[in-house]
């Protein structure tokens, strides 16, 4: 099995520019604060798939360099990489190009989906071994997750994206490729999502333990 890479895209964790939908439960900072759990949960898994072995992790920022995006990229020992300019489909050509510079497989994900389990990145780099490109599909239309093999660079073309078509829209745009489709997942940004997400870690807490507390504490805040 040849090295890959998990890219994680995060966002700097700053009040009313992260989680803006959340707002009205828990206030602007409430929500970078919930967002930054988010984060802390999603590395968390990440350094796992890093122990696991043969997998080297690498972060991208939407923002210009901030105090704890920085924290983030050296308690990976990585550099923070800029997102360039543009809709989220030059953002994932860009990582794919960088990427594939060094790896055979680039599996990059975001920073929505804090519960997401292990073993759905293994089974994106396994379904790599046979497929061009692989997607997990996310409850919102999206997905959690996308990834590609031997420099094959995923077409965008008209995927509508933040909208319940840009799954299929990414499907569309690559027919003519051999493309896995992973088990669904759930990633956060409604406040409907959020009945999921405690539902889930009221019965296993340390599938997102930073998330947990930081909604243990808002609802304490709240009270």
């Known amino acids: 099995m040849e090295l890959a890479q ?16 959340l707002a009205g439960l828990f206030g602007d900072r409430g929500a970078a604060e919930l967002y930054h759990a988010f984060v802390e949960d999603t590395l968390r898994m990440c350094s796992r798939v890093r122990a696991a072995g043969r997998v080297d992790v690498t972060l991208w920022s939407a923002g210009p360099e901030d105090e704890i995006v920085s924290e983030w990229a050296r308690r990976l020992d990585v550099p923070a ?16 190009d ?18 997401l389990p292990i073993g759905l990145i293994g089974a994106a780099l396994a379904s790599l071994e046979d497929a061009s490109i692989v997607l997990g599909p996310a409850n919102d239309g999206g997905y959690y997750a996308i990834g590609a093999s031997h420099s094959v660079r995923p077409s965008f073309e008209r995927v509508r994206w933040s909208t319940s078509d840009a799954l299929q829209d990414t499907l ?17 940004d409604e406040p409907e999502d ?13 599938a997102a333990p930073a998330t947990a507390r930081r909604l243990a504490e808002l609802a304490s805040a709240q009270r």
Do not use: C, M
């Open 6 to 21: 998990l890219a994680v895209f995060v966002r700097p964790p700053i009040a009313g520019k992260v989680k803006t939908r």
């Open 172 to 188: 569309t745009a690559n027919a003519h490729r051999n493309v896995a489709v992973l088990a669904p997942w759930y990633d956060i």
């Open 194 to 206: 959020l009945g999921i997400l405690r539902a889930h870690l009221s019965v296993d807490p340390a």
């Open 81 to 96: 990489r800029l997102q360039p300019e543009g809709d989220l489909g030059v953002k994932l050509g860009a990582a794919f």
């Open 98 to 115: 960088e990427g594939f510079r060094r790896y055979e497989r680039v599996v990059i994900i975001g920073s929505d989906a804090p519960t």
